[in-house]
T-cell receptor, first 113, second 115 residues
Framework: GAGVSQSPSNKVTEKGKDVELRCDPISGHTALYWYRQSLGQGLEFLIYFQGNSAPDKSGLPSDRFSAERTGGSVSTLTIQRTQQEDSAVYLC???????????FGDGTRLSIL | QQQVKQSPQSLIVQKGGISIINCAYENTAFDYFPWYQQFPGKGPALLIAIRPDVSEKKEGRFTISFNKSAKQFSLHIMDSQPGDSATYFCAAKGRRGSTLGRLYFGRGTQLTVWP
């Protein structure tokens, strides 16, 4: 497809487990963002990748969160030792450049039991 | 600190009416103001956007009004339809330094249009 693809669409896991969320950006988009959307909240910035530059990790809420982007394309967001407050929808967006609109995937709905 | 404040939290409008959602920002280091529409189970989709050198932008039934001096912008949906029922988010994009390219979102407005 032509849009941003995220997997899985839903993830249910037990507290304390690690989870990996995947994002396939639109082909050719050099910038990739992760956001978190909690119930009743807006979208909260987590991390930003631009080309081969070092990522902007300033939005990650704790050191349990990490992300990588391999080959300038696919990105994986990892949450270690999940907590109940990590339950949210994790959204990925990509764009050609910071001057262009961000296009979002449909997100991964993460539920921590 | 909420950099973009959005109101109202929810809005109910009769079909054919005008829906108005307001946002205000505090940081002047923003250079792009998009509105996103989100349906349940879907990601936000770009609806319309404006840059601060323009006071108004219209696309079909959707209009953004932008007041740079007041640091406010609003979305107007004319002739609102039941299919417009969704959550709407305003956002502002950072234009320099550590905020370059980052979107700051309002908390959203849940719009319901009654037939």
């Amino acid at each position: 497809g032509a849009g941003v693809s995220q997997s899985p669409s839903n993830k249910v896991t037990e507290k304390g487990k690690d989870v990996e969320l995947r994002c396939d950006p639109i082909s050719g988009h050099t910038a990739l963002y992760w956001y978190r959307q909690s119930l009743g909240q807006g979208l909260e910035f987590l991390i930003y990748f631009q080309g081969n530059s070092a990522p902007d990790k300033s939005g990650l809420p704790s050191d349990r969160f990490s992300a990588e982007r391999t080959g300038g394309s696919v990105s994986t967001l990892t949450i270690q030792r999940t907590q109940q407050e990590d339950s949210a929808v994790y959204l990925c967006a990509s764009t050609e450049s910071t001057n262009q609109p961000q296009h979002f995937g449909d997100g991964t709905r993460l539920s921590i039991l | 600190q909420q950099q973009v404040k959005q109101s109202p939290q929810s809005l109910i409008v009769q079909k054919g009416g005008i829906s108005i959602i307001n946002c205000a920002y505090e940081n002047t280091a923003f250079d792009y103001f998009p509105w996103y529409q989100q349906f349940p189970g879907k990601g936000p989709a770009l609806l319309i956007a404006i840059r601060p050198d323009v006071s108004e932008k219209k696309e079909g039934r959707f209009t953004i009004s932008f007041n740079k001096s007041a640091k406010q912008f609003s979305l107007h949906i004319m002739d609102s339809q039941p299919g417009d029922s969704a959550t709407y988010f305003c956002a502002a994009k950072g234009r320099r330094g550590s905020t370059l390219g980052r979107l700051y979102f309002g908390r959203g407005t849940q719009l319901t249009v009654w037939p």
